[in-house]
């Protein structure tokens, strides 16, 4: 009776839903280098053509690949409901939902497919740079603007601070995963950190209100 499953699974997913299913294989067994718009359509059962009708390019089929992996594995939730009642409340939970896509994108292998062969591909980097922690940092200076207006931190520069926040969320396990040198942290040793790098962001950056 399993067997039987996952074709009935597999007949149920739109034509879309089985050229990212194709790619997602293809891309993380063979490389973004390697694998072509051919290969991914006759993996997913369809013409090239439906492929572009979805895609205009590689890379943006990569980039839905990867974010919906991040998603999967992490969980999504709408950007509004990351901002909380207080900037501690609404920068630890944004810390934590971007930790947890990037270390599955780690887990994934995402991340490392990204890393060796953006040098050869550029627009894989700006891709994923755009859909993962360039989107971030967007949302945490959007909030600290909001923040700053509304007289609860005092922030001289958004855009800079946020992109100094997320690089410490990073700078916290993303260089050892990569390595190789340690396993995906416990959900207590990532609250851990974060709530010392929050506590650390907003030593300074608190006003008397």
């Given at each position: 009776m399993?067997?039987q ?6 007949a ?11 790619a997602s ?7 973004y ?6 290969a991914?359509?006759?993996?997913a ?6 492929v572009?009708?979805y895609?205009?390019d590689?890379?943006?089929?990569f ?6 992996m ?6 999504h ?22 930790l947890?896509?990037v270390l599955?994108?780690?887990e994934?292998?995402i ?15 700006k ?22 207006r509304?007289g ?8 800079r601070?946020?992109?100094?926040f997320?690089?410490?969320l ?6 050892p995963?990569l390595a ?14 974060v709530?010392?790098?929050?506590a650390?962001f ?8």
């Open positions: 399993p067997q499953a996952k074709p009935r699974q597999a149920r997913l739109s034509k879309r839903e089985r050229v990212v299913v194709a294989k293809l891309f993380l067994d063979d490389g280098g390697a694998t072509g718009m051919d991914i359509a006759k993996e059962g369809v013409s090239k053509a439906t572009y009708s895609y205009e590689k890379s943006s089929l980039a839905d690949v990867m974010v919906r991040c998603e999967e594995v992490g969980g939730r709408p950007l509004e409901e990351l901002v909380g009642a207080s900037p501690e409340d609404t920068l630890r939970t944004i810390a934590l939902h971007w947890d896509r599955a994108a780690v994934r292998q991340l490392q497919r990204v890393v060796a062969e953006s040098r050869e591909f550029p627009e894989l980097g891709k994923f740079w755009e859909t993962g922690p360039g989107r971030i940092e967007a949302v945490v200076a959007r909030y600290l603007a909001d923040a700053k509304r609860l931190l005092d922030v001289d520069d958004p855009a601070v946020a992109a100094s997320v690089g410490q990073a700078g916290l396990y993303l260089l995963l190789g040198i340690r396993k995906r942290p416990s959900e207590a040793e990532i609250r851990r950190g709530d010392d790098v929050v650390g907003l030593a300074c950056r608190m006003t008397d209100r």
